[in-house]
């Protein structure tokens, strides 16, 4: 073999290789493993509080810190995914200039895969920021989990029922949690009630299979009660996102990833046989 056919050769190998190593090592292999992360959301569930301002920064200072403007009673944000670490909340008044004093503060620590709903709750006087730790792990396909979220200063304990059913929660006190419950999926008409029957409101809510809620009881801006259901994780949707088992979700990233590089080795290949080919040629003329 000529000098010029073993560069070829020997090129070729080498390019291969160079081609070859992310598709024999996997699809993480191309690039670094991303930092493990988990999921904080914002509350504000105090009825008689105003807008308010929320920041969220990083107490290592290695994420931009992030502003939520003009949250209001009953809003319940997405999650946001951040990486592992400390982070520091904060709210002052909607339209207060960054370096006010903060009204409240509070910190929350971020674990892998973990979840966690950053609250302002009680009535303004007492107001606080709780942390609630989120189970966004996913049921079993044939059922669903829910927990409810007591935000209604109208309805101090309340009890929550299928309408003409059996009674799913009992003396729910104001500003607190329960915990996640595994109920049937499907479509359930509740009825949530003050334990002393004066103030009711019904719901009629869709549980899919193998998913997560977190039912809200707020006070209703014109009188009474307001139910709002809010998927926590979603078989389906991917809520949050890439957090838990979300179907193709997991699989996507290697479908994607894996024919790019085969379709960049094949590609490699072909180059340097064409190359061959024409020194080869270019050979016999000269001959």
């Known amino acids: 073999m000529s000098t010029a056919v073993q560069r070829i050769a020997a090129f070729t190998a080498a390019l291969l290789a160079t081609v070859a190593m992310p598709v024999l090592a996997g699809p993480g292999a191309a690039a670094a493993a991303p930092a493990a992360s988990g999921f904080v959301r914002l509350a504000h569930l105090s009825p008689d509080t105003p807008e308010v301002d929320v920041y969220l920064n990083s107490q290592s200072g290695g994420i931009p810190g992030q502003v939520f403007r003009g949250v209001g009673y009953g809003v319940l944000s997405d999650y946001q995914s951040l990486p592992v670490g400390g982070y520091t909340v904060a709210m002052r008044p909607s339209g207060a200039a960054a370096s006010a004093p903060a009204v409240l503060t509070t910190q929350v620590s971020v674990a892998a895969g973990r979840a966690y709903t950053v609250a302002g709750v009680g009535r303004y006087a007492d107001l606080g920021l709780r942390v609630l730790t989120d189970d966004i792990s996913l049921p079993d396909q044939n059922q669903a989990k829910v927990r409810i979220i007591q935000a209604s200063v109208r309805a101090p304990v309340l009890d929550v029922s299928v309408s003409g059913g059996p009674s799913i929660a009992e003396h729910i006190a104001f500003a607190t949690t329960t915990a996640y419950q595994l ?14 029957g004066s103030a009711r409101t019904q719901l009629s809510v869709r549980l899919g299979e193998g998913s997560v809620y977190s039912l809200l009881i707020l006070d209703a801006a014109g009188g009474g009660l307001e139910a709002r259901l809010k998927t926590d994780a979603s078989r389906r949707g991917g809520v949050p996102t890439g957090g838990v088992d979300t179907g193709a979700g997991g699989d996507r990233t290697s479908s994607w990833q894996m024919p790019a590089a085969g379709a960049l080795l094949v590609a490699a290949a072909l180059a340097v046989g064409y190359g061959v080919m024409r020194y080869r040629r270019r050979t016999a003329r000269v001959l």
């Open 183 to 196: 109920v049937a999926p499907g479509t359930w008409q509740l009825q949530v009630q003050t334990s002393s």
